[in-house]
């Protein structure tokens, strides 16, 4: 089923969990559905229609009349979000609550969508704002059974065996059956032939809901992409230290707000309270009036250490924005608060609960 590739991250900014670290192995987990939940950060995987019936029925080749006949419509959506809804509800309120998991302000941080098509991307820290640990993913070689070398045992019973003029049927693997089957669904995107054109359009046709939420997904990838090759080329800004006198006031903030914010993508890696302990960040008490890289007995990155910075209202507000632009080099991989009020509301929170 499309789910198998599902991973799911256990954070650290409930009182049960521990942080995340790369040199522990996190709880990875294969849902048989996707749960909107703030406990899980998700890695799901999006099929093309013809893709997943292909896998799905074991069928290198696909024609009209087995799908109008014997393969169920949208199957990835109804199964994806199954747990999403209590009773049976269409494909387009399936489609929006999905396009909501994809790419809504309040999930597109804690979970991240790709087409089965594509390689995986190896940047995941960048999106999720912390190291991910993982598993050793390499596909193990194949030997050939015409070149590798046999067992004695087999080549004496190869011996005793009479030679037979008919070619032996080589027996594939269910993983090589299903490799060959996804090779053969890639190749069908691209391909020129127009019987097989005919048959990927029929399956797109017949299977809606599931079609557009491929292409959204694979759209809106292909928008992070760009938007993060347009922030790695533009030209780094770095700010010394200025007098707060000199700097304007940022917006006023929500300290609830904030709080909410700072549990659900900060707390993870830091930790606010007095006494608080360092974790993949350091401990933010009394970061309002204390330069960059003074926390005890943190390793902080040297670009972190040089930059000569006061925390303060200001310099927060527009480090929050964009940590790796604002100190470049610095080890700290969130990507950053791009609305004005959310970097205000953390702001705000943290002045009250770090001073």
């Excluded at 650290?12 to 048989?32: D, G, L, M």
């Excluded at 896998?55 to 014997?70: G, H």
């Excluded at 707060?244 to 903030?253: E, K, L, N, R, V």
Aim: aromatic share 10%; proline share 8%; with cysteine.
């Amino acid at each position: 089923m499309p789910t198998k590739s599902d991973a799911r991250f256990l954070p650290s900014n409930v009182p049960k969990c521990t942080p995340c670290s790369t040199k522990k192995p996190v709880k990875i987990t294969n849902p048989p559905a996707y749960r909107n939940t703030t406990d899980l950060f998700t890695i799901g995987t999006v099929p093309h229609p013809y893709t997943l019936q292909s896998l799905n029925s074991q069928r290198a080749y696909l024609n009209l009349t087995w799908v109008r006949q014997e393969s169920q419509r949208d199957l990835w959506l109804e199964t994806v979000s199954n747990d999403l809804f209590k009773a049976k509800v269409s494909s387009s309120a399936r489609l929006l609550k999905f396009k909501e998991a994809v790419a809504a302000e309040q999930t597109r941080y804690s979970s991240i969508w790709l087409t089965v098509e594509r390689e995986t991307p190896r940047d995941l820290a960048w999106w999720f704002g912390f190291e991910l640990h993982h598993e050793n993913n390499a596909t193990p070689e194949v030997p050939d059974p015409k070149t590798a070398e046999k067992p004695k045992s087999q080549k004496r019973a190869d011996a005793d065996q009479l030679p037979t003029s008919e070619p032996q049927e080589e027996i594939m693997t269910d993983d090589e059956r299903e490799l060959q089957l996804l090779m053969k669904a890639r190749a069908m995107r691209k391909t020129k032939d127009k019987n097989e054109i005919r048959i990927r359009d029929a399956i797109e046709a017949w299977n809606l809901a599931d079609t557009e939420a491929w292409k959204f997904t694979k759209a809106f990838m292909a928008r992070f992409r760009v938007e993060r090759l347009k922030w790695e080329e533009e030209p780094v800004q770095h700010k010394s230290l200025i007098p707060t006198s000199q700097m304007a006031d940022i917006p006023p903030g929500n300290v609830e707000n904030g709080e909410k914010l700072f549990k659900a993508r900060c707390a993870q890696c830091h930790t606010a309270n007095k006494g608080g302990p360092n974790k993949q960040g350091p401990n933010l008490y009394g970061i309002f009036g204390r330069k960059t890289g003074q926390v005890p007995g943190y390793a902080y990155s040297p670009a972190n250490k040089d930059a000569n910075i006061v925390w303060g209202d200001r310099t927060l507000f527009d480090y929050l924005e964009n940590p790796k632009k604002y100190i470049p080099k610095t080890k700290m991989a969130f990507p950053g608060f791009k609305a004005e009020s959310d970097r205000s509301d953390v702001v705000a929170y943290l002045k009250e609960v770090t001073a």
